[in-house]
């Protein structure tokens, strides 16, 4: 049932034949991937296996570092209307808005935690005064953050614990009105507790955003995925879903072989 | 052993630190030593009433006022011309340059560095004499000669400063505002610049410093004993280093000597407040920038 839904709907964002040159040296090749809103896609392989170039190459942001080749295509879809974001879909600052990122580590901007959401808001979507408070308290309390950080919003960002900038990262997503959120190990650098919220938080998220996400836990990828492609060597191996996540000793013996 | 060698390091960087201190200390308190007696209105403003020279009414003779007023304009044209292109370089040079050029630009920076003085004096006297030959047969050494050659003195000081402390910023925040869409200018403007203001300050009061002080460079491009308040940028003008100079190498009198200490203590003065006027746009520049 829901294959057939899933195939009468178009995906978000699909990736074809994607292939990512680094001074010549192939890191991603042939990978092709989609992604359906309401759905957490998740990327798992070995480090090294170019499972951050593959998000980074949906936002363009491996193009900041020197000497990246890239070809194949990204497809978007937004408001009815899809293109190649390679071939000039839509400028590129509008882009790394539509497709939010979080890193490993949480990357507030050395700020008040107020001016980590007010500078985006005020930038791009010209938002002033009183309604400028409103959507960013509506942001905050979005990811849980509101009640931990009302009284103390002109206090540094860096002085938050690792968690909380994470969530202040997201909040700095969503404040964008994007329609694809990447997340780069986004639980990687927090304790237990921070990251099973980050989790929940996702799981919320996914209703209303198209999320693919790099985990390094299988654990946490069988609690959060809707389906998993394994990358090795920059080609993804193999592709699960609901069915292989079901069963944890069969996921692990997949996984190990994949691997 | 580790604790030992740890002392040693320790205790040496406690006594560079205090030997610092102490040098600072040991200068500033000969100069209030020897100058403290002469710091009065008659050694800014001579005979004349100090409120008819300030107001520009009557002349100072035999007080400091001119060369006062002749340091500060001095210091603030070559500013005005050395910190906004000194900046804009540094910014190129960090953010827009590719690497070949950089490092062939950066080449050029250090070379400019390392121009003595005296060698940017004797280029801004041999300039106006080229002038005066071709173009200009009116032109003379001048307040504007002498800004812009002490300008062309601290430049590459600002330059590298600037460049310096924008590439310091951990590349994870430097990339961090493309993640978010922004354009490399509002990058720029929105956190690079902010971060990196902390160093650029430097650079501006290392320029103001060195714009302040310099006596090799106005030597040859304006400066005279007596000249009044320059009426325009292109008059001769009087500077305090040059009359601290003047005094101490051809004092007539102990009296004219010590006026020459007070002289220097007024120098430090300006400096001083110069400083501290940049400290403080600086940090409610940062204030703006991180709060709001």
């Given at each position: 049932?829901?294959?057939?839904?899933?195939?009468?709907?178009?995906?978000?964002?699909?990736?074809?034949?994607?292939?990512?040159?680094?001074?010549?040296?192939?890191?991603l090749q042939d990978v092709s991937l989609s992604l359906w809103p309401g759905e957490i896609t998740v990327i798992v392989g070995p480090s090294g296996s170019g499972k951050s170039t593959l998000l980074r190459a949906v936002n363009r942001l491996n193009e900041l570092y020197p000497h990246c080749r890239t070809s194949g295509s990204v497809r978007l879809r937004i408001h009815g209307e899809s293109g190649d974001v390679y071939r000039g879909f839509m400028a590129l600052s509008e882009?790394?808005?539509?497709?939010?990122?979080?890193?490993?580590?949480?990357?507030?901007?050395?700020?008040?935690?107020?001016?980590?959401?007010?500078?985006?808001?005020?930038?791009?979507?010209?938002?002033?005064?009183?309604?400028?408070?409103?959507?960013?308290?509506?942001?905050?309390?979005?990811?849980?953050?509101?009640?931990?950080?009302?009284?103390?919003?002109?206090?540094?960002?860096?002085?938050?614990?690792?968690?909380?900038?994470?969530?202040?990262?997201?909040?700095?997503?969503?404040?964008?009105?994007?329609?694809?959120?990447?997340?780069?190990?986004?639980?990687?650098?927090?304790?237990?507790?921070?990251?099973?919220?980050?989790?929940?938080?996702?799981?919320?998220?996914?209703?209303?955003?198209?999320?693919?996400?790099?985990?390094?836990?299988?654990?946490?990828?069988?609690?959060?995925?809707?389906?998993?492609?394994?990358?090795?060597?920059?080609?993804?191996?193999?592709?699960?879903?609901?069915?292989?996540?079901?069963?944890?000793?069969?996921?692990?013996?997949?996984?190990?072989?994949?691997? | 052993?580790?604790?030992?060698?740890?002392?040693?390091?320790?205790?040496?960087?406690?006594?560079?630190?205090?030997?610092?201190?102490?040098?600072?200390?040991?200068?500033?308190?000969?100069?209030?030593?020897?100058?403290?007696?002469?710091?009065?209105?008659?050694?800014?403003?001579?005979?004349?009433?100090?409120?008819?020279?300030?107001?520009?009414?009557?002349?100072?003779?035999?007080?400091?006022?001119?060369?006062?007023?002749?340091?500060?304009?001095?210091?603030?044209?070559?500013?005005?011309?050395?910190?906004?292109?000194?900046?804009?370089?540094?910014?190129?040079?960090?953010?827009?340059?590719?690497?070949?050029?950089?490092?062939?630009?950066?080449?050029?920076?250090?070379?400019?560095?390392?121009?003595?003085?005296?060698?940017?004096?004797?280029?801004?006297?041999?300039?106006?004499?080229?002038?005066?030959?071709?173009?200009?047969?009116?032109?003379?050494?001048?307040?504007?000669?002498?800004?812009?050659?002490?300008?062309?003195?601290?430049?590459?000081?600002?330059?590298?400063?600037?460049?310096?402390?924008?590439?310091?910023?951990?590349?994870?925040?430097?990339?961090?505002?493309?993640?978010?869409?922004?354009?490399?200018?509002?990058?720029?403007?929105?956190?690079?610049?902010?971060?990196?203001?902390?160093?650029?300050?430097?650079?501006?009061?290392?320029?103001?410093?060195?714009?302040?002080?310099?006596?090799?460079?106005?030597?040859?491009?304006?400066?005279?004993?007596?000249?009044?308040?320059?009426?325009?940028?292109?008059?001769?003008?009087?500077?305090?280093?040059?009359?601290?100079?003047?005094?101490?190498?051809?004092?007539?009198?102990?009296?004219?000597?010590?006026?020459?200490?007070?002289?220097?203590?007024?120098?430090?003065?300006?400096?001083?407040?110069?400083?501290?006027?940049?400290?403080?746009?600086?940090?409610?520049?940062?204030?703006?920038?991180?709060?709001?």
């Open positions: 049932m829901e294959e057939t839904v899933r195939k009468i709907m178009e995906p978000i964002l699909s990736v074809e034949n994607l292939s990512v040159h680094f001074s010549d040296k192939p890191v882009l790394r808005q539509r497709v939010g990122m979080v890193f490993q580590t949480p990357a507030v901007f050395p700020f008040s935690i107020q001016k980590n959401l007010t500078l985006p808001l005020q930038v791009y979507l010209g938002v002033n005064g009183s309604t400028l408070t409103e959507r960013m308290e509506e942001i905050l309390r979005d990811v849980g953050l509101w009640e931990e950080v009302k009284d103390r919003l002109r206090d540094d960002a860096t002085t938050l614990s690792g968690g909380q900038q994470q969530r202040l990262c997201i909040a700095r997503m969503l404040a964008l009105k994007p329609a694809v959120l990447l997340l780069d190990e986004p639980t990687a650098s927090l304790d237990f507790k921070s990251a099973a919220r980050i989790e929940k938080l996702l799981l919320n998220l996914k209703r209303r955003y198209g999320i693919l996400a790099v985990s390094h836990s299988l654990a946490q990828t069988r609690r959060i995925a809707d389906r998993v492609c394994v990358l090795r060597e920059g080609r993804i191996v193999q592709e699960l879903d609901h069915e292989h996540l079901r069963d944890p000793d069969a996921f692990q013996t997949i996984i190990d072989v994949a691997f | 052993m580790k604790r030992v060698s740890d002392r040693i390091v320790t205790g040496a960087a406690w006594l560079s630190g205090g030997g610092l201190m102490l040098a600072a200390a040991v200068v500033i308190g000969f100069l209030i030593l020897r100058g403290y007696k002469n710091l009065d209105l008659a050694l800014l403003f001579g005979d004349t009433p100090w409120q008819a020279a300030i107001m520009g009414e009557r002349p100072v003779f035999g007080g400091i006022w001119p060369a006062f007023m002749g340091t500060f304009y001095l210091v603030f044209l070559s500013s005005a011309m050395a910190i906004p292109i000194g900046i804009a370089s540094g910014i190129y040079l960090a953010e827009y340059a590719s690497r070949r050029l950089r490092s062939l630009l950066g080449f050029f920076v250090d070379l400019l560095a390392g121009t003595p003085s005296i060698v940017m004096g004797l280029f801004g006297f041999t300039a106006i004499l080229f002038l005066r030959k071709t173009l200009l047969p009116e032109a003379q050494t001048c307040l504007f000669l002498a800004a812009a050659c002490i300008a062309l003195l601290v430049l590459p000081y600002v330059i590298r400063i600037t460049e310096t402390s924008i590439e310091a910023i951990p590349e994870p925040l430097r990339l961090l505002g493309y993640s978010v869409g922004f354009t490399r200018w509002r990058n720029l403007r929105s956190v690079l610049l902010p971060l990196a203001s902390r160093g650029m300050l430097s650079g501006a009061i290392l320029a103001v410093g060195r714009a302040s002080e310099d006596t090799a460079v106005i030597l040859l491009t304006g400066v005279v004993a007596h000249a009044g308040i320059p009426g325009s940028m292109f008059d001769k003008f009087e500077a305090l280093p040059f009359r601290i100079y003047y005094l101490a190498a051809e004092y007539r009198n102990l009296g004219e000597l010590d006026q020459g200490f007070a002289t220097s203590l007024v120098l430090l003065c300006i400096s001083g407040t110069l400083f501290l006027i940049a400290v403080c746009l600086q940090k409610s520049a940062e204030m703006r920038w991180k709060r709001r």
